[in-house]
């Protein structure tokens, strides 16, 4: 085999392994994105079918239901609300009227089914997105009182 041949086969093979690599950190990266979306998305029907998603806001007063470890709350952005169910034990720094964010799908009867729940950890953190999210919601219900 000629040099040259040698020099084409091993940048042949190269590319053939960068673009292995790649396809494999592309299906890995689609397979753990979760998008966050809202309450008021998620009840005007913009959050995604049978793909994980993040939902936030606050957890609404009054709303936390235990049935052994299943537990029942609605999370709200003042604006809208979503029961979220959750089959586990909660973080510590979980409870009503504070910021949480969950993660898992809509089931069809409207129910966020959630597989993980993160709760915000001091008085003055709430995920970006989430305070971004209750931000716009209150701008909103007061363009709707006026």
Excluded: W
């Excluded at 709303?63 to 952005?77: A, P």
């Excluded at 009227?97 to 729940?117: C, L, Y």
């Amino acid at each position: 085999m000629k040099p040259r041949h040698k020099r084409i086969a091993l940048i042949v093979g190269g590319l053939a392994a960068v673009g292995a690599a790649s396809a494999l950190v592309l299906n890995a990266l689609d397979s753990n994105i979760a998008f966050f979306v809202t309450p008021t998305e998620v009840a005007e029907g913009k959050a995604p079918k049978d793909q994980l998603f993040r939902i936030g806001g606050y957890v609404q007063e009054g709303s936390i239901r235990r049935d052994n470890l299943t537990v029942h709350f609605v999370i709200t952005d003042t604006a809208r609300h979503v029961p979220v169910m959750y089959n586990g034990i909660l973080p510590d720094l979980f409870q009503e009227g504070k910021g949480a964010v969950a993660q898992g799908r809509i089931s069809p009867d409207g129910v966020f089914q959630a597989t993980q729940v993160l709760a915000k950890h001091d008085e003055n953190y709430m995920p970006p997105e989430a305070a971004h999210a209750i931000e716009q919601a209150q701008k909103a219900q007061k363009t709707l009182q006026q």
